[in-house]
């Protein structure tokens, strides 16, 4: 599997000799000795990726790393590494969102096992954030009588109904209801409902003016 390792440890030693297992492994790697220094290259989005992150370092630990992140919109999945068994703060890390927390030293076959599934992680996340984009592109693109139109649809009112809520006749909310789901690029109006739940419209209905 391909992707991009992040390793943020102050331990040179260890940065090389995980940089080393990875490189074999296949991955690309990019080593920080800080977690300063990884903010001051802040990680992407633009291609599937992992943080292997130690948790005691000097200036921000690995868990002032992980909230500054997260307080930063990253969606960049999160191992651990630390080298003190802690049930209390392995329990805090996966709270507060890591995908993994491994203890030094780790086997070849630990770490790669749990970067490939925080690789896999990574790689559906994006896929869903560029799907979930792209249906709020389409949203943003329909008329304001279309968007109308939608409301009513997705909340499951007839097309006399929405005629009627409307003011015009069911022929116009046919063409119109029609020209939503072209334009939202779905087949039917379960698909629909669904689009408009994963991307909230169906919370915030959109008042019946021209």
């Known amino acids: 599997m391909s992707g991009l390792v992040h390793i943020v440890d102050d331990d040179a030693s260890f940065r090389r000799a995980m940089e080393r297992r990875l490189k074999l492994a296949g991955y690309e790697v990019a080593t920080y000795a800080s977690a300063e220094h990884l ?3 802040l990680p ?15 200036g921000l630990s690995g868990p002032e790393l992980q909230t500054r992140l997260s307080e930063l919109g990253s969606t960049v999945p999160i191992i651990f590494l630390s080298g003190y068994p802690n049930i209390a703060a392995t329990v805090q890390a996966i709270k507060g969102g890591a995908d993994d ?10 770490l790669l096992e749990a970067v490939a599934r925080a690789i896999t992680h990574h790689e559906l996340s994006r896929g869903l954030k560029i799907k979930l984009d ?6 943003a693109a329909l008329t304001p009588r279309e968007r109308q139109v939608f409301d009513c649809v997705v909340r499951g009112e007839t097309n006399k ?4 809520s ?5 022929r116009t909310i046919k063409a119109h209801r029609h020209m939503v789901m072209e334009k939202m690029q779905v087949q039917s109006l379960a698909e629909l409902v669904s689009v408009a739940e994963r991307i909230g419209a169906l919370a915030s209905p959109v008042e019946h003016t021209l």
Do not use: F, N, Q, W
Not at 45 to 52: D, F, K, P
């Open 39 to 41: 903010l001051a290259r």
């Open 44 to 58: 992407g989005e633009g291609r599937s990726s992992c943080i292997l992150l130690d948790v005691r370092m000097s």
């Open 101 to 110: 927390y491994l203890i030094k030293p780790v086997t070849s076959d630990t």
């Open 134 to 139: 792209m249906d709020c592109g389409r949203l």
């Open 161 to 164: 109904h929405a005629a009627r």
């Open 166 to 170: 409307l003011g015009c006749t069911e």
